[in-house]
């Protein structure tokens, strides 16, 4: 089975740790003079990494030798700092954009996924999202404009960005840049339960430094789920919504999990569970939200006794294929269901298009009951696996697309159009989830215009991902997997 691309954790994409081994601590990280975006801690990491960073680190720095291209990227800069995020963000995206571009025709292909992150994370100014290497390239137009004659001749360098002393994950480059950004950057968000952008880099930063430590034991990605079974179903609808539960000091995923999973994992008590839990839920997020969505979109709680349930996930990739033991959750929280029937239907499925069957094994307590579970690939849009199927065509108790990004890109509104007429017509009971508000409200317009009638727009996903990560190709802002629910109906 095919492995999910290793994507190098935060800290290593901005620079902070060795881009090959990821240590951060106890290390000296030298950055590549070329690229200017990543760092190795020492010769033989740089050396075995080479091959890989060598396309991307030249065509990054002809970008500099095109003075087109190089002028094309200061346009837009002001000199004067700003606290104007849409701005701000504009600016960042439309030189990230603009980098990729260059950068894919330079090297004649599209980019990897850690290529892209390379563009995406690169690190910027708070206030005016210089980049070092535009520092560089307005350091060498300055220069030449001069005749050469720098302010210490052949000696000058350009000046770096300088990450905040407290989080070490946002920048400035410049002192009156920094002033101006500090109180923002220190300001609660109204999205992130009142933290502030500080704090967030801070947990975000800590939560990649346990996940790089966990994960050459966990196949480059940490997950868990437990093992226990609910002696009867509980909601999970609550209407506190995401982060902490009114009158407790835990979150809701803490109230949850944490209690279990201390005990599974061995994590000592005087030690907080907080960055445990928040992996866990990366992959947690998937099944829990399915049971959302079942609760939420049924009038009565007569699904959680069937004996199969049957869930479609749209727009599957080997994401959900190698989470596939935390489906479980679903059978643990719902002792009366004798057998869950996955369908992970999607056009990047490695199983081709003629269905494939697989049996999982359940847990022995499970498998005492005598509980199947059972998960089929295809690689095929929905709409074009429910034409194949034709009469043999079941319609399941839900269909989800997790963090689908239908309405992202043209092409992606185009692909999922016939879905989602499809789901609307068969009156399907479907759950759309997204990255980011972004995301959620283009999906639910999306939805709109196939004819859906949603039971829930664009809101926070109570059962989201916990795991922040910055976004990428601006200043301020997280996301996480299955943040937001799109669209319900």
């Known amino acids: 089975m095919q492995q999910v691309e290793r994507v190098p954790p935060l800290p290593a994409r901005l620079g902070l740790a060795c881009y090959k081994c990821f240590k951060e601590e106890d290390v000296q990280v030298s950055r590549c003079t070329g690229c200017l975006r990543v760092g190795y801690c020492s010769r033989e ?36 700092p700003s606290t104007n995020l849409d701005y701000l963000h504009n600016a960042s995206e439309a030189h990230a954009a603009n980098v990729q571009g260059f950068v894919q025709r330079s090297m004649g292909r599209e980019l990897s996924v850690p290529e892209r992150n390379l563009v995406g994370w690169e690190p910027r100014c708070m206030a005016c999202t210089r980049t070092d290497q535009l520092i560089r390239i307005e350091f060498t137009a300055r220069t030449r404009a001069s005749g050469g004659a720098s302010s210490s001749s052949t000696t000058a360098k350009p000046r770096q960005l300088t990450p905040c002393v407290e989080c070490n994950a946002s920048f400035c480059c410049s002192v009156e840049h920094w002033t101006a950004a500090r109180a923002l950057h220190h300001a609660p968000l109204p ?8 704090e967030l880099n801070k947990l975000a930063r800590g939560d990649a430094m346990l996940e790089a430590a966990l994960a050459g034991s966990h196949d480059g990605v940490f997950r868990w789920a437990p093992e226990r079974i609910k002696e009867r179903w509980e909601s999970v609808v609550r209407k506190e919504g995401r982060g902490k539960e009114k009158g407790s000091g835990r979150t809701r995923w803490e109230d949850e999990i944490a209690d279990e999973m201390r005990k599974a994992v061995g994590v000592p008590s005087e030690r907080p569970m907080g ?37 479609h996930i749209l727009g599957a990739t080997m994401i959900e294929v190698t989470a596939a033991m935390v489906f479980e959750e679903i059978l643990h929280r719902l002792p009366e269901v004798k057998t869950l029937k ?29 509980r199947k579970r059972v998960h089929e690939h295809t690689a095929d849009t929905y709409h074009g696996y429910v034409a194949a199927q034709g009469s043999k065509y079941e319609k399941p108790d839900l269909a989800i697309a997790f963090n689908a990004g239908a309405s992202s ?27 980011n508000s972004e995301e959620a409200h283009g999906d639910a317009a999306a939805l709109r215009a196939a004819g859906a009638k949603l039971a829930v727009e664009a809101e926070r996903n109570a059962w989201g991902s916990a795991k922040l990560i910055p976004e990428p190709a601006k200043v301020y802002g997280f996301y996480s997997a299955s943040g937001w629910v799109s669209g319900a109906f």
């Not at 999205?191 to 500080?198: A, L, M, R």
């Not at 939420?296 to 349930?309: A, M, V």
């Open 275 to 311: 960055p445990w839990v928040r992996m866990a839920s990366d992959a947690l997020c998937m099944p829990m939200t399915i049971l959302w969505g079942l609760e939420t979109l049924n009038i009565d709680d007569e699904w959680t006794r069937k004996h199969t349930l049957t869930i």
């Open 45 to 80: 990491c740089q050396n075995a990494d080479w091959k890989t960073h060598k396309a991307f680190c030249k065509a990054t720095k002809a970008l500099e030798n095109d003075r087109g291209a190089a002028m094309t990227l200061l346009f837009p800069l002001a000199d004067a």
């Open 342 to 370: 996955l369908l992970l239907c999607g056009p990047e499925m490695q199983s081709g298009r003629a269905p494939k069957v697989y049996p999982l094994d359940t847990c022995p307590e499970c498998a005492r009951r005598e």
């Open 191 to 198: 999205t992130e339960d009142g933290h502030s952008q500080c």
């Open 409 to 435: 890109e043209p092409s992606s509104r185009v692909m999922w159009a016939p879905t989602m007429k499809l789901l609307v017509e068969k009156k399907i009971k479907t759950v759309f989830t997204s990255y």
